[in-house]
């Protein structure tokens, strides 16, 4: 096991204990994932002092939009908008699994608008995102998309339909490539910055 420098225990200790306050979906490694100091500064501040995406509930980057985040549900290990030029449009509803990583410049959008009627949102299903998902920076994911487990989407990818688990899949529209092999992380093994919810230790 890695040793815990003592710079890391007092950022912990004077800003981890409120940043896990004030986030209560933010479920990350105690130590080694993102300093506490700079949650406080560049995702604390302009989120819930300037209100820039205000009403979320984990950290959201200052250069993303979180749309309607009431209609997001997600697991741990994943913060949709943490990363830089996230949009992410939730008016259908998204379901976020564990484990995800979104890159930079990722557009997740959940309703398109009436092509006779630019004022309206057109109903449809929720997205559906798996467990131990990565999203490579550029893509773009359209409504009503489900994407299993254990999926890569390659960078600058458009999601148009559905994606398998076990899958690498990649260009636009977006196709499988190749099959993924297993996810080998023990996520059972870290130790987080709070006790995880039950329903959460089946992952």
């Not at 004030?22 to 989120?47: A, D, N, S, T």
């Not at 109903?123 to 773009?140: D, L």
Request: proline share 7%; with cysteine.
């Amino acid at each position: 096991m890695k040793k815990i420098s003592l710079k890391d225990k007092i950022d912990f200790l004077l800003f981890g204990y409120f940043i896990n306050w004030i986030y209560p979906q933010y479920y990350r490694p105690k130590y080694g994932y993102i300093k506490y100091y700079r949650l406080f500064f560049e995702f604390f501040i302009p989120q819930k002092i300037f209100r820039l995406n205000g009403k979320v509930k984990w950290p959201v980057h200052f250069t993303s939009k979180v749309i309607n985040p009431q209609n997001i549900t997600k697991g741990i290990l994943c913060d949709p908008g943490d990363n830089m030029n996230n949009y992410i449009q939730a008016n259908n509803g998204i379901h976020f699994g564990s484990n995800i990583e979104i890159g930079p410049n990722v557009i997740i959008i959940s309703s398109n608008h009436n092509l006779n009627n630019l004022r309206e949102q057109i109903k449809a299903k929720p997205i559906y995102i798996g467990n131990h998902v990565w999203i490579g920076g550029g893509s773009v994911i359209l409504p009503e998309v489900s994407i299993g487990n254990n999926v890569i989407i390659g960078a600058g990818s458009v999601v148009t339909k559905d994606i398998p688990p076990n899958s690498i899949a990649v260009g636009n529209p977006c196709k499988v490539i190749k099959e993924k092999e297993p996810y080998q992380e023990d996520i059972h093994k870290i130790i987080f910055n709070k006790k995880i919810p039950s329903k959460y230790l089946k992952l």
